[in-house]
């Protein structure tokens, strides 16, 4: 009997898989069914700084996948699970580990390359990892790897939505999945009830300008004072919307053949980095995401941190820093930070 030549579509999940995603799907070129909630969201303004979403340039590419590369028939889309926020912590778990956009754009290079093998010739390709003017979520979705939640994010039934996502844009047809249907949240809240600065707004958007994820990490200013007593202690990042949700609660994760290692501790030590130079900075966290925050902005979220705790010695440490401090923005959050304190002992 001559054995059947296994599908393209399987060869290329199979190598996925091989290489570490835990998801892989494919999906169709086309507008991402998340494009018009996209678009409503723009419209209403809740972007906060991020000017760069609502440019025409990129909101046609977000519309048309096909601009990123021409003649574009097919995207493959992948999901890199990363340990979860077991434990409290002053840190996203997502920035715990190596910065992640450096590992998934290499795998998805390599999936590339074995693409090129299978076919016996290169294919026109883009690779994208978050950066790029894609709807990723949205895409995923189409590929058939999960559904949106009301956190925003990409929620699978085993891995939950501790997931970096990838595409991989082909110039090959290749069959796609189909995607999911229903809702796994259904008339559940939790996440909308949690989050500290009400940032979600429970039709799966949210308001940027108060998420907490965006205010430590993307706003550059300082972080208006009616939101830095709701925090939560926050230095990067925030996994609140994640940690209280059942589906990631439930959530087993078999053994993968590739995991990624934790090189940040779940709690930063705040003395230790208020006191970093830019050098000692740039030295700790160079290989994470960390450093999509600026210096200044990196030490502001960490005075506003400490103010969430009655610390006698936090206060100390401030009242000497403050001395010294020349950012207008940082000396800004410590004169809230050292009254905050006070405020908090004297009670």
Same mark, same amino acid.
């Given at each position: 009997m001559i054995q059947e030549k296994p599908r393209i579509e399987a060869s290329i999940k199979a190598e996925a898989k091989r290489l570490g995603f835990a998801l892989c799907?494919?999906?169709?070129?086309?507008?991402?069914?998340g494009f018009s909630r996209f678009s409503?969201?723009?419209?209403?303004?809740?972007?906060?700084?991020?000017?760069?979403?609502?440019?025409?340039?990129? +909101?046609a590419k977000r519309e048309n996948p096909e601009l990123l590369l021409e003649h574009c028939k097919s995207v493959i889309c992948?999901? +890199? !699970?990363? =340990?979860?926020?077991?434990? !409290?912590?002053n840190i996203a778990?997502?920035?715990?580990?190596?910065d992640y956009h450096e590992i998934v754009r290499e795998k998805l290079a390599q999936l590339a390359d074995f693409i090129e093998s299978v076919l016996g010739r290169e294919p026109g390709k883009y690779i994208a990892v978050d950066s790029s003017p894609v709807l990723e979520k949205s895409l995923a979705v189409q590929a058939g790897l999960g559904l949106l939640g009301k956190n925003t994010l990409l929620m699978n039934e085993l891995y939950g939505s501790w997931l970096f996502l990838g595409e991989l844009f082909l110039?090959?047809?290749?069959?796609?999945?189909? =995607?999911?249907?229903?809702?796994?949240?259904?008339?559940?809240?939790?996440?909308?009830?949690?989050? =500290? $600065?009400?940032?979600?707004?429970?039709?799966? $958007?949210?308001?940027?300008?108060?998420?907490?994820?965006?205010?430590?990490?993307?706003?550059?200013?300082?972080? !208006?004072?009616?939101?830095?007593g709701r925090m939560s202690g926050q230095v990067i990042g925030c996994d609140i919307c994640q940690k209280?949700?059942?589906?990631?609660?439930?959530?087993?994760?078999?053994? +993968?053949?590739?995991? /990624?290692?934790?090189?940040?501790?779940?709690?930063?030590? /705040? !003395? $230790?980095?208020l006191a970093l130079d830019e050098e000692s900075y740039q030295e700790l966290f160079g290989k994470t995401t960390v450093m999509r925050l600026k210096y200044h902005s990196f030490r502001r979220n960490v005075v506003l941190a400490m103010a969430h705790s009655a610390?006698?010695?936090? /206060?100390?440490?401030?009242? $000497?820093?403050?001395?010294?401090?020349?950012?207008?923005?940082?000396?800004d959050a410590m004169h809230w930070a050292i009254e905050t304190i006070r405020h908090r002992l004297s009670k």
């Open positions: 799907g494919i999906s169709k070129p086309k507008s991402p069914e409503a969201w723009l419209d209403k303004g809740m972007y906060g700084e991020m000017r760069y979403l609502a440019r025409p340039d990129t +909101l992948v999901a +890199l !699970p990363y =340990p979860s926020s077991e434990l !409290p912590g778990a997502f920035a715990r580990v190596p110039d090959i047809k290749l069959e796609p999945d189909l =995607p999911l249907k229903g809702d796994f949240c259904g008339d559940c809240s939790i996440c909308v009830d949690a989050c =500290p $600065t009400g940032a979600l707004l429970g039709d799966k $958007t949210m308001d940027a300008s108060k998420c907490i994820s965006y205010l430590t990490i993307e706003h550059r200013g300082e972080i !208006p004072e009616a939101v830095r209280i949700c059942p589906m990631n609660q439930g959530a087993k994760l078999p053994a +993968l053949d590739f995991e /990624l290692p934790q090189v940040l501790p779940a709690n930063l030590d /705040l !003395p $230790t980095c610390n006698q010695e936090f /206060l100390q440490i401030l009242q $000497t820093a403050i001395a010294e401090e020349e950012d207008p923005i940082c000396k």
